[in-house]
């Protein structure tokens, strides 16, 4: 028995990853993705590609500042993980070092701040020292800087 492989044409192919790119946005490295899965040859995920990037669908730097604040603001990452989960994406020096900015220093710390407070409070252990580890690994895991963490903890737990 013989697999139905699903074929598109350029156009058909083209229209789909538009609205692909259109429903959030996306990098690079994804569409081409999406377009291997799609059985694309190279030829034409290239030429699609170069449709996306000419009409506006598809642009690393709003992709990757798009990912910067949301990574954020809502699952309130560091900028270490926010950096290696953009360049595990292929995304350029430049357009990392762009989508940083959007971060606000302020807030940075506010939010680590308060999230250090929160982790510190549902932590049930006696002993300060398990208790300060299990602190510090949990925001390493989010990608804080360690600098910011042990100071943080200086201050909480002196």
């Given at each position: 028995?013989?697999?139905?492989?699903?074929?598109?044409?350029?156009?058909?192919?083209?229209?789909?990853?538009?609205?692909?790119?259109?429903?959030?946005?996306?990098?690079?490295?994804?569409?081409?993705?999406?377009?291997?899965?799609?059985?694309?040859?190279?030829?034409?995920?290239?030429?699609?590609?170069?449709?996306?990037?000419?009409?506006?669908?598809?642009?690393?730097?709003?992709?990757?500042?798009?990912?910067?604040?949301?990574?954020?603001?809502?699952?309130?990452?560091?900028?270490?993980?926010?950096?290696?989960?953009?360049?595990?994406?292929?995304?350029?020096?430049?357009?990392?070092?762009?989508?940083l900015k959007e971060?606000?220093?302020?807030?940075?710390?506010?939010?680590?701040?308060?999230?250090?407070?929160?982790k510190l409070a549902?932590?049930?252990?006696?002993?300060?020292?398990?208790?300060?580890?299990?602190?510090?690994?949990?925001?390493l895991y989010r990608?804080?800087?360690?600098?910011?963490?042990?100071?943080?903890?200086?201050?909480?737990?002196?």
């Open positions: 028995m013989q697999k139905n492989i699903e074929t598109y044409t350029l156009k058909e192919a083209t229209k789909k990853i538009e609205s692909y790119c259109a429903y959030q946005e996306r990098c690079h490295k994804e569409v081409i993705q999406k377009l291997r899965t799609m059985n694309m040859i190279p030829q034409a995920i290239d030429e699609i590609v170069a449709h996306l990037i000419r009409e506006n669908y598809l642009n690393e730097e709003r992709f990757a500042q798009s990912y910067a604040r949301g990574k954020f603001n809502i699952k309130k990452w560091g900028r270490n993980r926010i950096v290696n989960e953009l360049k595990f994406r292929g995304i350029s020096a430049y357009n990392i070092k762009s989508a971060i606000d220093n302020d807030t940075y710390l506010s939010t680590l701040d308060s999230l250090c407070k929160s549902s932590i049930n252990d006696t002993n300060c020292y398990k208790k300060r580890k299990k602190l510090i690994d949990y925001l990608g804080w800087e360690s600098h910011l963490i042990y100071e943080k903890i200086k201050e909480l737990m002196p």
